[in-house]
Every structure is written in C-alpha cells, then in structure tokens.
C-alpha cells in the first residue's frame, strides 16, 4: 500500500490546525505519468481553453504530505491530480473491498478494443474538462470529467479565485461511484422506473456522505466547537444529525455546496412522511434519490446513537470522549456502506426500484451477519425506509422478513457442471434454459448473461462466505397488442400497434455448494412491465424516445439549477 495526501472534504473544510488533508491508503502501482495506472488515467485536458498540460509524475513518495497552506495545494495542478487520483482509488478500493472482486468499468475502450468486443479497464479521469460549475461521468467519453469555475467570494478573501469541483470529496466520490455502479449494473442507466432514474442519483450520494467518515479526522472537524467530551444530550441521532451531517455541511465550500453539498446534507432533513413516494414532487429523479439517501443516512445516525448509549454509563448520564463518538460514527458508517455496497450484488440488473434495495440490503446483511440484534443495523433499516413509504419486498419463505427467499419450485442441477458455472457465461445460460420453466422466465425473448461473479466474504464466525452471482438479461421486441400473451398490461391511450422493446432480467445467487439460493428479479414477462410502462407511457417517452434518455451531465445541471431557485443565484 501507499499513502497519498488529498483533501479531507474540499478546500474550504478547516479545524484549528488548518485546512483538513488526510492521507488515503491505496494500493501501490507502478504508475505512467498522469498518474496513469491499471485503473485510472489522469489526463489534464480543458476542452475550454483547448489545452492539454504536463501530466503528474507521482510515482515517487508523497509530495504534499506536510503541507498546511491551503492556496498552495489549490494552485498546484500537480496537487489535483494527486487529490482526483487518489480519492477515486479509495473510492473503487472500497467498493472491491467490500464486494471482494475486482470490479469493471462499463466503457467501450477506444475504437480498436471496440472492434474486438472488449471492455476498457482504465477510466480517464479529466480534473479541469471544461470551465462550468459541472462534473459528470460519461461512458461515452470513458472518464469521469470535472469542471472548474469563477469564485463568487468577495475579492481580497483568502480563498482562491477559481473553484475547482477536482478538489471536492463529495463530487469525486459522488461521480466515481456513477462509474462503479454503471460497471456493475450497466442497464441502470436505461430508461425504466421513477425509481431507477433516481437510484444513481441517491446511491451516488449515500456513498459520498457515509465515505466522509471513513477518516476521522474529517468527522472530528465537524464538531468545532465541542468540548474533549461530549455530553449525552448531544449524543442523540438527533443531535448528531445536527452536529455531524449539518456541521460538516455549513463547513463546506458554499459555492461547491451548491453544486453537489447542499442537497446532499439537506436530504437528511426531509421531514419523513409515507406520502412522499408517492407524492408528484418526489418523483423528478434527484429529487426521489433525496428519499434513498434520507432513509440510509438516518438509519446510519440511529445505529451511530445506539452505539454511544452503552458508553453513557448506567445512568445514561456520563459524557462520551469525543474521539471515541468519532470512532463509533466511522465504524457505524463503515458497516452501512458495507451493506449498501453488498446489496448491489443482491440488486436486479434491470428496472431496479427502492423496494428492491432495500430486500437486497437486508439480505445481504444477513448473509454475513445473521444476528442483528446487537447494534439493530437492519432495524434501523426497515424503520426509517418505511418511515419514507418504502417497504421491502414482501416474500414467502424468507429466512428473515424482509429478505429474498429460496427459490419454491425444485430445479435441476443434473445437467450443470457447477465448477463452469462459477465463471462461464454459457454455462450460466444453460443452467438458465434448462430450469427457464422452474424460474419463470419467458423463452421466447432475447436471453444472454452479462456477468458471472464469485466473491468471497469473511462471516461473523471468521469462515468464507463463497457465492456466484450470474446476471441474466432478457429482451424483447413486440407491438402493445401483443403485451397480453405475456401477461402485462398496455397502458391506457396506447395505440396497439405501438412498438416497444421490453428490457428484463434477474441475477441467480449461489451458495458454496452450488445450490441457488436466491432468484431476484424476472425476466420480460414480469408484472414490473406493466408499471414499467405505465411509468415510461406518463413520461410522453414513447413521445420522443431520443430526448428523454437523460445523461448525467444534464441531471447534474438540473440539480445546480435546482438549487441556485433557492439561493437566488445564477452560474
Ligand atoms: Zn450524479
């Protein structure tokens, strides 16, 4: 491993000792300048000013390690590729560490790799793309780009004259966790639910916020002005909603905030209320993504506080260290993103909805842990989803309510050979085919596996908890009148000779000895397609297909707008 000093949170973020820099731990590689390693390529272009500069040589130990000044690691493009590199590192080492595999970028790897059907194992990353108060990840562009813009702040301020979104956790976090998850789930991005719109948007976000406590640093400065302990009544999910999410909000960089923070911290605040799911204001896609992260985020506060009653004696009058608040908040944090990183592989790969995951984030959670009593994580779960009107999804032979169930019908393994099976699409697909009836899906439409994974994770009694997870993906191309014989409705209004492509698919989850253990998911033929549609039909998308597939650089946009109607400003 090496260790690579970044920004904590953003170059507005302080405690006494001066702006808050941690060092990142992250695998050593020998890098090209760029940095340039197996993973990632930072390369200094601005398509604004059409200029491509020095690339970083960071092969060498850590050239920022000691310093404070702030202005000098804001003026130091050096500086930025160090802090892009590295944050986005930790950000992908963090998701392989909890998956236990490596994971793939979703990029098609340049026109010659394109010919051969391959897939891009390195994603560029452009830490001053273009001068606009954005920053997106672009599979079209194989990286993830951030901008830079003017400052707002009054002249003759100690703060630079140029913000850079390169030098903001949230965002990099924010835009590297779009890559990861548009690896793992390529057809998330593909027009289905209000939902799905809005997962990337609220998953993007959760990590962002539960990865800021990864360095306890960063949690320690959001508590300024707090004495060396903490007195209880500030120990409530509360009051440590207050303290920690809103202090390390108001810390931030305003003018980064609005494009990325605010409503980060500001979902937390969502008063909780069942009708808003399906209220018409939540269903604009960021906006729904604020009710994932206010469910995942106050559960996480609820663990944080039910963690620290213990350490407030019998009475539950004694004040907590404040380091060891801190400690407990990044251990609580750590086991949620866990979790939430787990629960992907317990997803769908299409149409996913928020009753979805919240079934995968419990059953993932109980596959390692089942007991659940000690710190309640999958209590504080179910409570606050449920508190936002979302409920897991409701199955029969659940070894835990509220988690996927053992598939009924009885399936055949005699023709399967299960050592193939770990990592053998066609293998996968013949399991697939030869129990498609056991399974309940549809023959007769387009069938391929995108992926076949095993990943191994460490249970609570120190044994390996071995699965294979193999994705199936169906398609299918039908005029409305032809929806029945499937068995999903056509929406009311649509002409019966309307063509449609319906996308479905499942992911079959193995136990060590082969065994499913969980079908999630369904193919073509689901009765998702219905509200699928009926979703799609509202929208006007059969209207003007072309437009409405939304990239992330115009819901990013959105989101800045959104805001600035707020603040009354303008980028
Ligand atoms: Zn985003």
């Not at 004694?318 to 990044?330: F, I, L, T, Y």
């Not at 059953?363 to 779960?381: F, G, I, M, N, V």
């Not at 053998?424 to 387009?446: C, K, Q, S, T």
């Not at 014989?485 to 000779?497: D, E, L, Y």
Request: include cysteine.
């Amino acid at each position: 491993m090496r260790r690579l000093t970044v920004l904590g949170q953003d170059p507005g973020f302080s405690d006494r000792r001066g702006v808050v820099t941690v060092q990142v731990e992250i695998p050593r590689e020998r890098l090209a300048p760029g940095p340039h390693g197996a993973r990632f390529h930072v390369v200094d272009c601005d398509a604004s000013t059409q200029t491509l500069y020095e690339p970083a040589n960071a092969n060498g130990e850590d050239p920022f390690a000691d310093v404070t000044d702030v202005q000098r690691l804001v003026d130091s493009r050096l500086f930025h590729a160090q802090n892009v590199y590295g944050t986005a590192m930790e950000t992908l080492c963090r998701y392989e560490r909890g998956l236990g595999r490596r994971v793939p970028w979703s990029i098609p790897g340049g026109s010659l790799e394109r010919a051969a059907n391959g897939r891009g194992h390195v994603l560029k990353i452009a830490p001053h793309a273009f001068s606009e108060a954005n920053a997106y990840y672009s599979r079209r562009d194989e990286g993830v780009l951030f901008g830079y813009f003017p400052s707002r702040a009054a002249s003759g301020s100690k703060r630079s004259q140029t913000v850079f979104t390169c030098l903001s956790h949230d965002v990099i976090a924010h835009e590297t966790t779009h890559a990861v998850l548009d690896g793992l789930r390529p057809r998330y991005t593909d027009p289905s639910s209000d939902d799905q719109a809005a997962f990337h948007e609220g998953f993007a976000d959760v990590f962002a916020l539960l990865s800021a406590f990864r360095h306890t640093r960063v949690v320690s400065a959001a508590f300024p002005d707090t004495p060396r302990s903490i007195p209880p009544r500030a120990l409530t999910a509360e009051s440590l909603r207050r303290s920690a999410l809103t202090g390390l909000a108001e810390q931030l960089g305003a003018e980064l905030g609005s494009i990325r923070g605010d409503p980060l911290r500001s979902s937390v605040q969502i008063q909780p209320s069942a009708t808003l799911y399906t209220s018409a204001e939540y269903m604009e896609p960021h906006k729904r993504g604020e009710l994932l992260v206010a469910a995942v985020m106050n559960a996480f506060l609820a663990v944080w506080a039910k963690r620290l009653r213990p350490l407030q004696g019998e009475s539950g009058k004694q004040s907590v260290a404040r380091a060891r608040v801190v400690e407990e908040g990044a251990a609580a944090a750590d086991h949620v993103l866990t979790m939430a990183i787990r629960a992907l592989d317990y997803a769908p790969p299409v149409n996913i909805d928020f009753h979805d995951y919240l079934t995968a984030l419990l059953t993932a959670d109980h596959e390692c842990y089942p007991d659940d009593s000690k710190y309640a994580y999958r209590q504080a779960l179910v409570e606050w989803f449920g508190k936002y009107g979302i409920e897991p999804v409701r199955e029969h032979h659940s070894p835990e309510p509220g988690t996927w169930s053992a598939p009924e019908r009885p399936l055949s393994y005699r023709r399967s050979h299960f050592h193939s099976l770990t990592h053998d699409p066609d293998e996968a697909f013949h399991f697939i085919w030869e129990n498609r009836e056991a399974l309940g899906i549809y023959p007769d439409a387009f069938t391929y596996v995108p992926a076949v994974n095993r990943s191994v994770k460490v249970d609570v009694d120190g044994f390996a908890v071995q699965e294979t997870f193999i994705q199936y993906v169906q398609i299918l191309g039908l005029e409305a009148r032809e929806l029945r014989k499937i068995g999903v409705r056509a929406p009311n209004g649509m002409p019966r000779t309307q063509a449609l492509t319906l996308h479905g698919g499942g992911v079959l989850v193995f136990d060590e000895f082969g065994r499913l253990k969980f079908h999630v998911g369904s193919g073509v033929n689901s009765r998702k397609q219905t509200d699928r549609l009926e979703s799609l039909w509202a929208h006007g998308f059969f209207r003007h297909e072309r437009q409405t597939q939304r990239r992330f650089a115009e819901l990013h946009r959105a989101r800045a707008m959104a805001n600035t109607r707020f603040r009354e400003e303008r980028w």
